[in-house]
C-alpha cells in the first residue's frame, strides 16, 4: 500500500513520519509545473528565486 493513499492512518506515525512524506511530496518535480516541484513552482510565483541541492 502505498503511502499517500487516502485510506492510510496516520494516527500511529510520528511527526517526523509525517513530515518525511511531506517533503517527499513537496519535492517531487510535476509535469503539470513545468517539472518543478510545487515549492519551486509557489516560490517562482513569489517572485523568489530558489535552487534545491541534495548533498
Do not use: Y
Request: net charge negative; charged share 20%; proline share 5%.
Amino acid at each position: 500500500m502505498s503511502p499517500f493513499a487516502v485510506t492510510h492512518c496516520c494516527l500511529w506515525m510520528s511527526d517526523e513520519e509525517i513530515q518525511d512524506i511531506v517533503m517527499t511530496v513537496n519535492l517531487t518535480p510535476r509535469k503539470c509545473l513545468g517539472f518543478l516541484t510545487p515549492f519551486q513552482a509557489i516560490t517562482k510565483e513569489l517572485g523568489k528565486d530558489v535552487q534545491i541541492r541534495f548533498a
